[in-house]
C-alpha cells in the first residue's frame, strides 16, 4: 500500500537489463540489489523513475517533438484520425473529450491499442477490435512511434522480470499464460498551458495493467502522485528517465503488497506540455489473481478476487469519453 512517501526513488536498472535473459539473474548481487530497490519502490509508493534503461535519450525526445508537432496542427487535419467507437476508441480526441470521474479533462490525444482483429478475443475483445489510426503528417510518424513501442515492450518485459522476482516468483512470473503475449495501451498526449477555466490536465485515476512508462517533457512539472496522508507529491521530469507505476493488474497479483496508486496531471505552466504514456499489460484474456507467493508476504490473507483484464480496460475505456 502506498506510504506516507515524500519523493519518488530514482532506480539504475542496467544491472537488471544486463541480466534479464540469463535464468540465473536472480544469483547476481547487482540484479539483487535492483530487485530490492523495485520492491521498496512499489510497496511505498507505486512509482519510480528509471535509468539506465537503454533506450536512446534521441528516441525519447524524438517521440515527443513529432508529438508537439501535431498538436500543432490545425484541428480539420488532427479530425482526420478522429476516434471513435468504430475505430476500436482508436485515434485523436480533441481537449475535453477524455473524462475523468464525470468531469472533462483539459488534454487533447491520440489513442493507440494493441491490434485487434475480428473474432481475436471473441465477444470479450469486440468493443477493441480495430487498427491504428496513425497520421499522415507529420511525415514518418507512424514508423517512429512503432520503432518505439517496440522498444518499450521489451523494456517493460525485462522490469517485469525483476518485479517478479521482488514478489518473491521466477523472473518468468508475468510471461506465459500471464503476460507471454502481452496486451498494450498508449497514449500520446499534449495538455495546454495553465487555463483559467479548468486546470485539471487528467484527474485523480490508476492505470489498468501491469506496468505504465511515462516519457515526459523536460521541464513542466505536472504529475503528482497521492501518498496515503492524502498529499499529492509532485513527480518532476528528470531528462532520460521514464517515470513507472504499477497499475490495477499489478495490485491484484501482488494481492494489494503493490499499490496502483492515485495520480493526476495539472500543468500549472505557460507551455503546452507533451507526454507519451506506454502501458505494459497482461494478454487481454487472462484471469488474474493473487500469485501463491502473496501466502508468504500477506499470511495467507488473499485480499482480492480474480479479475479478467479485458473487462477490465472495456469498462474503463467506454465510461472514458465525451458521447456526441
Not at 21 to 50: E, I, N, R, S
Not at 119 to 141: A, C, I, R, S
Amino acid at each position: 500500500m502506498a506510504m506516507d512517501f515524500s519523493s519518488i526513488p530514482i532506480i539504475d536498472i542496467s544491472p537488471l537489463l544486463a541480466k534479464s535473459d540469463d535464468p540465473k539473474m536472480a544469483d547476481d548481487p547487482a540484479v539483487l540489489d535492483v530487485v530490492t530497490q523495485l520492491d521498496k519502490a512499489c510497496t511505498q509508493a507505486g512509482f519510480f523513475y528509471v535509468k539506465g534503461h537503454g533506450i536512446p535519450d534521441t528516441l525519447l525526445k524524438g517521440v515527443r517533438d513529432i508529438t508537439r508537432r501535431f498538436f500543432e496542427l490545425p484541428y480539420e487535419e488532427k479530425a482526420k484520425i478522429k476516434m471513435t467507437p468504430a475505430t476500436g476508441f482508436r485515434g485523436y480526441e480533441k481537449i475535453g473529450e477524455n473524462i475523468t470521474q464525470g468531469v472533462p479533462d483539459m488534454h487533447e490525444a491520440i489513442d493507440c491499442y494493441r491490434e485487434v482483429t475480428k473474432g481475436m478475443y471473441g465477444d470479450l475483445g469486440k468493443v477493441m477490435e480495430g487498427y491504428n489510426h496513425w497520421p499522415q503528417n507529420p511525415p514518418k510518424f507512424r514508423v517512429l512511434m512503432e520503432e518505439y513501442i517496440s522498444l518499450c515492450k521489451d523494456l517493460a518485459k525485462k522490469i517485469m522480470r525483476g518485479i517478479a522476482l521482488a514478489l518473491g516468483g521466477s523472473p518468468y512470473e508475468f510471461e506465459g499464460d500471464r503476460a507471454g503475449d502481452p496486451f498494450w495501451v498508449m497514449r500520446i498526449i499534449g495538455y495546454p498551458g495553465l487555463s483559467s477555466v479548468n486546470d485539471i490536465g487528467c484527474g485523480a485515476h490508476t492505470d489498468y495493467g501491469l506496468l505504465t512508462l511515462l516519457n515526459q517533457d523536460d521541464g513542466i512539472n505536472a504529475l503528482q502522485v497521492k501518498n496515503l496522508s492524502g498529499e499529492w507529491i509532485s513527480a518532476p521530469p528528470v531528462p532520460g528517465t521514464f517515470v513507472c507505476n504499477i497499475g490495477d493488474m499489478l495490485k491484484i497479483y501482488s494481492n494489494g503488497l503493490y499499490e496502483s496508486t492515485l495520480h493526476r496531471v495539472i500543468n500549472n505552466s505557460s507551455k503546452y506540455r507533451v507526454s507519451v504514456v506506454y502501458f505494459y499489460e497482461t494478454n487481454f484474456d487472462t484471469v488474474v489473481e493473487p500469485l501463491d507467493t502473496y501466502k508468504t508476504r500477506t499470511k495467507g490473507d488473499k485480499k482480492f478476487e480474480r479479475a479478467v483484464y479485458g473487462e477490465h480496460l472495456v469498462k474503463k475505456v467506454l465510461t472514458n469519453f465525451v458521447e456526441e
